[in-house]
Nanobody, 129 residues
Framework: QVQLVESGGGLVQPGGSLRLSCASS????????IGWFRQAPGTEREGVSC????????YYADSVKDRFTISRDNAKNTVYLQMNSLKPEDTAVYYC??????????????????????WGQGTQVTVSS
């Protein structure tokens, strides 16, 4: 299994920004479609944004469109989630997940169906004044 580590979470005021990172040591993420998911207490895990192995295909949940941007730097073996204009309802634990690109899973499918072969431990994002 791919080992994934999320970082960049924290406490931010409404309207603020954070950048999350998803990295792997020992596994080349350029062979994987990567997704960001979040889960707030008492809710189901939600697909936030997904990106294919090339970076050319992305998907965003309606709740984060025009506020969040997913990107990847395969040279750094890292996928990012830039989160702007944060709202209290964005508060959740954020996870990244990897799906082998050889499965040709569309990014929308990965996010909506919440499919991933490997998952990180998550990073807490709290939006509060």
């Amino acid at each position: 299994q791919v080992q994934l580590v999320e970082s960049g979470g924290g406490l931010v005021q409404p309207g603020g920004s954070l950048r999350l990172s998803c990295a792997s040591s020992g596994f080349d993420l350029s062979y994987y479609t990567i997704g960001w998911f979040r889960q707030a207490p008492g809710t189901e895990r939600e697909g936030v944004s997904c990106i294919d192995d090339t970076g050319r295909s992305t998907y965003y949940a309606d709740s984060v469109k025009d506020r969040f941007t997913i990107s990847r730097d395969n040279a750094k073996n890292t996928v990012y989630l830039q989160m702007n204009s944060l709202k209290p309802e964005d508060t959740a634990v954020y996870y990244c997940a990897a799906k082998g690109a050889w499965w040709s899973t569309p990014v929308q499918t990965m996010c909506v169906a919440r499919v991933g072969d490997s998952w990180g431990q998550g990073t807490q994002v709290t939006v509060s004044s």
